[in-house]
Nanobody, 125 residues
Framework: EVQLVESGGGLVQPGGSLSLSCAAS????????MSWVRQAPGKGPEWVSS????????GYSDSVKRRFTISRDNAKSTVYLEMNSLKIEETAKYYC??????????????????WGPGTQVTVSS
C-alpha cells in the first residue's frame, strides 16, 4: 500500500520558520520526483516546489523562491520542505505528492500519481 505521510505543520508567527517532512512507503521512492503543493481555504492547489528523483535538481514557485528549500533523503524515503520568513497568506494545507514516472518538473495536479493527506500550516500573530 502506497503511503505519503506529512508532518511538521503547525502554528507559526509571520516571519517564522517551519520544517515539513513527508515519509513515503509502498513504492520505489528513489524513482519518483516529489513535490510540495499547498491549498489555502477557498482556493485551488498551488505548486510550491519539486525535487527530482536523485535530489540534484529542484524548482520553486516565484512566491517561495529564496525562502523555501526542498530536499530529500532517498535512504529514508523522505522529502522535506524548509520554510523561512513565512507570510500570513501562506496559511494553507501542505501536501506532498509523487509524480508519475518520468515527469519532471511536476507542477500540476495532473502530473501526480501519489498524494499525502496534508499537514496544516497556519501563519498568524
Amino acid at each position: 500500500e502506497v503511503q505519503l505521510v506529512e508532518s511538521g505543520g503547525g502554528l507559526v508567527q509571520p516571519g517564522g520558520s517551519l520544517s515539513l517532512s513527508c515519509a513515503a512507503s509502498g513504492f520505489t521512492f528513489s524513482s519518483y520526483a516529489m513535490s510540495w503543493v499547498r491549498q489555502a481555504p477557498g482556493k485551488g492547489p498551488e505548486w510550491v516546489s519539486s525535487i527530482n528523483n536523485s535530489g540534484d535538481s529542484a524548482g520553486y514557485s516565484d512566491s517561495v523562491k529564496r525562502r523555501f528549500t526542498i530536499s530529500r533523503d532517498n535512504a529514508k524515503s523522505t522529502v522535506y520542505l524548509e520554510m523561512n520568513s513565512l507570510k500570513i497568506e501562506e496559511t494553507a494545507k501542505y501536501y506532498c505528492a509523487g509524480a508519475f514516472p518520468g515527469v519532471w518538473p511536476a507542477r500540476t495536479r495532473f502530473e501526480y500519481k501519489y498524494w499525502g493527506p496534508g499537514t496544516q500550516v497556519t501563519v498568524s500573530s
